[in-house]
């Protein structure tokens, strides 16, 4: 590893125990062992476990592997609506899930909200699933935890909750008894390199994708969810998966419980806190999002004033900190800074002071 | 990594470079870098170069990364296929990819011979695309390049002719002339941890997507081959990709063309031959494809005669070697052994010194 810290929005720095876990997968063999064996069944179960004890996800919800959150954003489209979904958008992930939704030809609605603004939440009764971004990492976005609860309240008991939890897991508490399904990458808060998505489906979902394949609608195939379901019963995956990626995660969802979700989170919160005041007292940074219960606690997202994000990019990577540009159209007018459970308070006060400097 | 050896038909050993690799991708903290930075542009384009180059593909050929050749089977439904595919069939994953046509309501027909015989070649004169498996894991069936060249000339001009690699990838010489799409994953021939399938596409193929999206029909979303070619051609891919497994494939692939594909090529018929001679002279062991040109050259399957494959694998695990169990309802009764690049020719003979000591 190089000594430069990332503090990009993810692919972000590894976490600090990732290297001696990789290490000791080589000496065990995990890339070679066979994901039909013992080894990996037993892999996979001590993930999946770890995962729902740090996330506290009730014991009713399955946990399945995917090549990417991309690719969750096409199961929920394939699995889980049958005419038609209804997208909350402020930015250009949750905007991708619409465009999926839509790819695959579903009647899908949308409110779109300009960047950085509260939705109104005026819900399509006939919505068969309701799409949010928990954490919209292209604008620094909050979705606050009483809008969620909102949301599920006013819902029909037939709709389905499904929560973009990308850049927030596991840094961010989730109700789980208010969603039906949930989904993240490893890139992000776990701090492990990219190339798995892991998606969280409750009953309801099962239910769901049974009733659109007995319809006679296609729900694709081998990771339609009977077909994760049956593999997952037995701890395994339809297709041969990235062991090495699920023997990881599971050893740094270790590693966090050792520390306690509620002391990453109130972690995270400190950070975050630290980083947007410094946005607020310095000349040449603004934080985008005004109201502060919207900024985003993991990716805090600065609008400069009379300076470039590369600017700002290359001074800071002179004193090894690597934050990442604007997303899109605000590559040169934003920086964005990662702040994820791998992030030391020690690093993130330094970060700031360094900040300060410039 | 332990002192056995992984003849495992993959996952399976690490190719010999594969540990020093990873440690430069730490070194160069690749697991954190940015899927939209240069330094992930010249990564990607270093590996499918390397890879044209190793495999001989034509310049026309596009090469996409998916999360597996699972995925790619999907795609190749959704993509290259409008009302039906023809599947020739003589095993476990030539069937699972007719399995997928028919979960995407494809009306695809199917050759399914018993195992280990030939194919009579009938193909369907209407249908759009021609599926093989080159090498059959599942029963070490090695499909002749005189076949393929013989389907190449009685097929229609608008058939595609879809070639499965998976296994065979870079040990065999497939002839791209002949072919309009192939793929493969990592964990067999490269030696690489799996999670990253590889998909090569010639211009057939794109215009087929096109010719299918504009008559309405749903071609996916972030894999279709529109988007695919859009990212590929400035090096990115739609999503944030297995960015080390990219990174790794492309430097093994530099390791082989310093050896040469054809070195690889001859290499591995010595050592598929020096097995199967084995299976022949043991008084235990048959080979299970009883015509040598439909003998597999990367998995040689054999058939025992009073032994149980556990009773081989344990006392071959004593010994420093890890040998696969037959597949599905074989498992007992073959024994599977890779022979990959990896595999050196001494490992491999001393492998086979020490089945005849069993």
Not at 258 to 285: C, P
Not at 301 to 310: H, N
Not at 332 to 341: D, Y
Request: proline letters at 4%; one cysteine or more; a negative charge.
């Amino acid at each position: 590893m190089s000594n430069q810290i990332y503090f990009t929005p993810g692919p972000a720095q590894t976490f600090y125990s990732f290297e001696q876990h990789l290490k000791n997968a080589l000496r065990e063999d995990v890339p070679s062992i066979s994901h039909r064996s013992i080894e990996f069944q037993k892999i996979f179960q001590f993930t999946t476990e770890k995962l729902k004890e740090l996330l506290n996800i009730p014991e009713q919800f399955n946990i399945y592997f995917t090549g990417s959150a991309n690719e969750i954003w096409e199961r929920i489209a394939q699995n889980l609506i049958i005419n038609s979904s209804h997208h909350l958008v402020n930015g250009s992930f949750s905007k991708k899930f619409y465009d999926i939704a839509k790819a695959y030809q579903l009647d899908s609605t949308i409110e779109e909200v300009s960047l950085g603004n509260p939705f109104s939440l005026s819900i399509p009764i006939e919505t068969e699933l309701i799409a949010l971004t928990q954490n919209e990492t292209s604008i620094g976005f909050n979705f606050p935890e009483n809008e969620i609860s909102s949301i599920f309240e006013c819902k029909n008991d037939h709709t389905l909750l499904a929560v973009d939890a990308v850049s927030c897991t596991p840094s961010v508490n989730l109700d789980f008894n208010l969603i039906d399904t949930a989904y993240f990458s490893v890139q992000k808060g776990f701090g492990l390199p990219a190339g798995l998505g892991v998606w969280l489906v409750n009953e309801k979902c099962h239910e769901k994708a049974i009733q659109k394949q007995s319809l006679g609608h296609s729900i694709g195939s081998y990771h339609s969810l009977p077909t994760l379901k049956k593999f997952a019963d037995k701890h395994q995956t339809p297709e041969t998966p990235n062991v090495l990626a699920i023997y990881l995660l599971g050893k740094v969802a270790q590693d966090m419980l050792y520390r306690g979700a509620k002391q990453i989170q109130n972690d995270t919160l400190y950070k975050s806190t630290i980083i947007h005041q410094a946005f607020e007292e310095m000349d040449w940074v603004d934080p985008f999002i005004k109201q502060s219960k919207y900024r985003s606690r993991t990716v805090a997202v600065g609008e400069l004033k009379g300076i470039s994000s590369s600017d700002v990019i290359s001074k800071m990577k002179e004193k090894k900190f690597v934050l990442g540009s604007g997303y899109g159209s605000f590559k040169e007018s934003h920086i964005r800074i990662a702040n994820f459970p791998t992030h030391s308070k020690e690093q993130t006060e330094l970060l700031v002071d360094t900040l300060k400097t410039l």
